[in-house]
């Protein structure tokens, strides 16, 4: 069985927001980001770049999103921003707009609960290479 995310991105159902373009943590071999995103504060609603909080609105509407995908560098990092645009969806969209996030960072639990509380349906840790051998 595969998540919700995973289902509705594997649709195209899914609108990307990347939402900052740091990562303070960590410098992962596996980062995807180009040098147009990297270390930038700019946000992108799938390539479109977001001047004001419509602009995410819009953009989900055109697509007909099912849901969003939050992705930066580390979203928590910016996670006023992150839980912003959170509630801003789901108070457009409502509680079916299925939402995850992607982090390298556990975050502690005042972020989750920040998370959650914004309305955060799923999340995907991508936990430090040299800790892959001791996952199960």
């Not at 990307?16 to 995807?32: A, E, I, K």
């Not at 419509?54 to 992705?71: C, F, N, Q, Y």
């Not at 840790?125 to 892959?132: G, V």
Request: hydrophobic share 30%; net charge negative; aromatic share 8%.
């Amino acid at each position: 069985m595969i998540s919700k995310g995973c289902e509705q991105c594997a649709k195209g159902g899914k609108m990307v927001l990347f939402v900052y373009g740091y990562c303070d943590q960590r410098d992962c071999f596996y980062c995807p980001l180009g040098e147009n995103r990297k270390n930038v504060t700019d946000v992108y609603a799938n390539e479109r770049r977001v001047d004001e909080d419509s602009d995410v609105i819009e953009e989900a509407h055109r697509m007909d999103a099912l849901g969003t995908s939050i992705t930066g560098g580390e979203p928590q990092e910016a996670l006023d921003r992150t839980c912003r645009y959170l509630s801003l969806l789901k108070d457009e969209f409502g509680e079916d707009h299925h939402t995850h996030l992607y982090t390298g960072i556990t975050g502690g639990h005042e972020n989750m609960r920040r998370l959650s509380e914004a309305g955060l349906d799923e999340i995907r840790f991508h936990p430090p290479y040299e800790l892959w051998g001791d996952m199960h």
